[in-house]
Each structure stands twice: as structure tokens, then as C-alpha cells.
């Protein structure tokens, strides 16, 4: 449901109808001792410039109501979240969420997401919210992600969709407006996604961004605004920004060379060149192979069918081929600048950044070790409203979450510690108990002899 970020905070947490309402209190309280203070005379503020302030103040309030959260997903009304997910059915053996905390929390409630619950499975989930455009808006998209598992292996991102998806039928061909989020295979694939659709086709950003690996819950947020601008940030920080045009191959190139125009003749652009001083040694041609006048030539040889008997061994003394030595060109140049024109098959549009009709945020992954776990979804206009309420989900519960998995950690060394000593004990009790064993055996074995003799 599209609702304003007024309407979600008076509806949500205590924390955010307490920041609203103490927003609404200031901007009230500001209006009415400005228009308490009258017009003022000679020495004081122009009338013009307090009634520019109020106009200002006003518009303030008023576009901090028109923010509107489109979806936020927090996990909060236990198993009432089957109401609003709906588990793709396009193949019989997809892997099954639940919800849960983890191994180890922040808050046993606040922390509680989707979990991904069966090794080497596909997964595909999405949940629907009343569509709408971003056009002349900023997108946000932002949610949490917690790889307790220290996976190998699998897809950490999230979808974003149109209203015309069949949920029953999501899968990975299902035609996507916006992919974002962390991707991890292996030692090389450590990669936050961020791939736009555009007409029909997907277009991967060209910065390479880096995931969060330690196994701790982050917070990722992607924010496309309407100048075509975009930043990916990381826990609330900013890991990368740029410009939609520039950093994702939508359009052509605005420039490209002339094609009429060509490298003068004389353009030196070679940094080396081979040393004029630098002779070739007498004695450096040598053959590559030599005769093995140590071979024997074996008694079953016909010349006449296998050819000449002419065995040969690597030269130690061949250098290969001879090249003299570079040294730098004194008319080097640099890289010929070839003139640029505009390019004939460029049309700007302006409209990159917008899409008609989102309604549907799913996901749609592979992981080959189960136990990720996805929490506070939130799609927004507002970036002020994202990060106020990252800070209030993810940033109030990071540090007990490290805090326990710390002592976990700790108390199952402990264990670990308590048990190979319990082992090492036993195997020298029994060691010992051997010895005196095989001590008695020999005792009596001594008595036995000296009876014999």
C-alpha cells in the first residue's frame, strides 16, 4: 500500500511516531511565533523575507508528508507474513522459507526475517504492494541481509517487478525491472548487483562494487533519483555514485571518432625502439637441436621405411632468436588523439531512471549452503525516511548481534576446549592402564621362568 511518510510513521514503531510528531511540533511552533511577531518596522526583518521563511517552512512540512514508503516489511505479526509472500510454484522442488532470527541476534523479534532453509536449492518468493511510478521521484530501495552461514555460494538480491508478474510462475525468467543486492560465488564473486531494465533489456552497473562476507547482518540501500543520478551504499555509507547514463551502457556514446579523419604518417606514438647501437654477438646463432652422437641406433631400424637415423637433443648453447635491446624513442609522441564528433546515432532520454507500474519485490536466488536471512524491506521516495529507519532496524541491533555470536563463539571454543581434554585424558588413562597391564604380564611371565629353571 502506498502511504505517506506521515501515514507510516503515525502506523508504525513508537520511535518513528515519536519523530514525526516531534517534526510536525518544531515546523508548528516556528510558524506560529513568526506570524506572533507581526510585520517588523525600521531595523528589523523585511515582512517580504518572513514570509518567504514561513512559505518555506511551510512547503517543508508539507513535501515531508507527501513522501510516500511504498513497502516496508519488517517481519513483525509473526506468521501473518504467509498473507503477504507468495512462494512461486514453477517447479515442484524449490526451496522453502521460514521465519526466524538465527543463530544469533540482535533482538529475538526486530531481528526475525526469511530465511533460506535447504542446501543447493532455487528459491522464489515476492510479495505485492498497490503500483506505482517513480517518475519525477526518487527510488529507494533498501533492505537487510545476514549470511550467518558464511555462504559459499548463492544470491543475496532482491527483485523489483512490475504488476503484471504472475507470482504462482516467478522464476529466473521472469522479466525484472531492478536487481540489487549482494552475490556471492567462491573466492572471486564478491559483488553487489545493481542492473537496470531498460527497453527490455538489462544493463549492469560498470562500477565493480564489493559485499559484506563476515556473517553479520548489513543494510543495503540503492537510491536512483530523478536527475539520473544513483548511489549504492552499504550500513548507511556510501560505497558508490554515479551518473545512470554513464555508468550503465543504455544509450550510444554521445561522441565517437571521425571516421574521416586519420593518423598523420609521421605520428610517432611507439614508446620503445630497438637500440641502433646494439649489435648481435658473433657466436649467438646456434641451432636450436643438435645430433645425439650418444644415441644408439636401435637394431630393428629400416632406413628405408623410418628414414634416415638422425637422433637429436636440445642445444644447451641456443639463446633463441636474437632481438636488440629497446630503448625510448626520442620522437615518441604519446596516443594519437583522434578528433571526436557527435555522434549521429545518439538521442538523449531522459526518462532512464523511471518506470511505470512497480508493484511486486521478490526474491529470486540459488544458494548452495541454506541460512540467509532477509528483514527490513523498504521501498521509498524518501532518502531521509530510508536512513532514519535503517538506523532504527539495523542500526539498534548490530552491536548485541555481534555481542552474541562473539560469546556463542566463545562458549563453543570453551566447549571444544573442555572436550579434547576429556579425549587426551581417556587415551592416556587408557595408555597407562596398558602399561600397568602389560607390566603384570611381565612379572608373572619372570616368576614363571625362574620356577622352570
Known amino acids: ?71 516496508q516489511e519488517q517481519f513483525l505479526d509473526g506468521a501473518n507474513w504467509q498473507r ?27 531481528d526475525k526475517g526469511l530465511q533460506t532453509s535447504e542446501n543447493s536449492k532455487f528459491y522464489a518468493i515476492s510479495s505485492r504492494f498497490k503500483p506505482f511510478s517513480n517518475k519525477g521521484r526518487s527510488l529507494v530501495i533498501q533492505y537487510t541481509v545476514k549470511h550467518e552461514q558464511k555462504i559459499d555460494c548463492g ?126 654477438p658473433e657466436d649467438w646463432d646456434e641451432p636450436e637441436y643438435i645430433l645425439d652422437t650418444s644415441a644408439e641406433k636401435p637394431e630393428d631400424w629400416d632406413d628405408a621405411v623410418n628414414g634416415e637415423w638422425r637422433p637429436v637433443v636440445k642445444n644447451p648453447l641456443y639463446r633463441g632468436e636474437w632481438k636488440p635491446r629497446q630503448i625510448d624513442n626520442p620522437n615518441y609522441r604519446g596516443v594519437w588523439p583522434h578528433p571526436q564528433i557527435d555522434n549521429p546515432n545518439y538521442s538523449p532520454d531522459f526518462s532512464i531512471y523511471s518506470y511505470e507500474n512497480i508493484s511486486i519485490i521478490g526474491l529470486d536466488i540459488w544458494q548452495v549452503r541454506a541460512g540467509t536471512i532477509f528483514d527490513n524491506f523498504l521501498i521509498t521516495d524518501d532518502e531521509v525516511y530510508a536512513e532514519d529507519f535503517g538506523g532504527k532496524t539495523w542500526g539498534e541491533t548490530k552491536g548485541p548481534e555481534k555481542e552474541m555470536n562473539v560469546k556463542q563463539t566463545e562458549e563453543e571454543q570453551e566447549k571444544e576446549r573442555v572436550t579434547e581434554e576429556k579425549y587426551f585424558e581417556q587415551r592416556f588413562k587408557k595408555k597407562l592402564g596398558r602399561k600397568k597391564e602389560s607390566g603384570k604380564n611381565r612379572a608373572l611371565r619372570n616368576t614363571v621362568e625362574k620356577e622352570e629353571l
Open 84 to 110: 503477504r509472500w507468495v512462494n512461486s510454484e514453477y517447479k515442484p522442488d524449490l526451496g522453502k522459507f521460514k521465519l526466524t532470527a538465527g543463530k544469533f541476534y540482535g533482538d529475538p523479534v526486530r
Open 155 to 280: 544470491g543475496g538480491y532482491v527483485k523489483i517487478f512490475s504488476s503484471n508478474l504472475d507470482q504462482k510462475n516467478l522464476s529466473g525468467d521472469s522479466h525484472y525491472y531492478i536487481m540489487f543486492g549482494p552475490d556471492i560465488c567462491g573466492s572471486e564473486t564478491k559483488k553487489v548487483h545493481v542492473i537496470l531494465n531498460y527497453k527490455n533489456k538489462p544493463h549492469p552497473v560498470k562500477q565493480p562494487i564489493r559485499c559484506k562476507v563476515d556473517g553479520y547482518t548489513h543494510l543495503y540501500t540503492l537510491i536512483i533519483r530523478p536527475d539520473q543520478t544513483y548511489e549504492v551504499k552499504i550500513d548507511n555509507e556510501m560505497v558508490v555514485s554515479g551518473n545512470l547514463e554513464d555508468d550503465l551502457d543504455f544509450l550510444p556514446p554521445r561522441k565517437i571518432n571521425d571516421p574521416t579523419v586519420r593518423k598523420p604518417s609521421d605520428w610517432d606514438d611507439r614508446i620503445q625502439i630497438d637500440d641502433p647501437n646494439d649489435i648481435k
Open 1 to 71: 500500500m502506498t502511504i505517506s511518510r506521515e501515514s507510516a510513521a503515525n502506523h508504525g514503531p513508537p520511535w518513528k511516531r515519536r519523530d514525526a510528531e516531534g517534526a510536525r511540533a518544531r515546523v508548528r511552533c516556528r510558524v506560529r511565533a513568526m506570524a506572533a511577531a507581526g510585520p517588523r518596522g525600521r531595523g528589523g526583518r523585511a515582512p517580504a523575507l518572513d514570509t518567504l521563511r514561513l512559505a518555506l517552512l511551510l512547503g517543508a512540512a508539507a513535501g515531508s508528508a507527501r513522501a510516500a514508503v511504498y513497502f
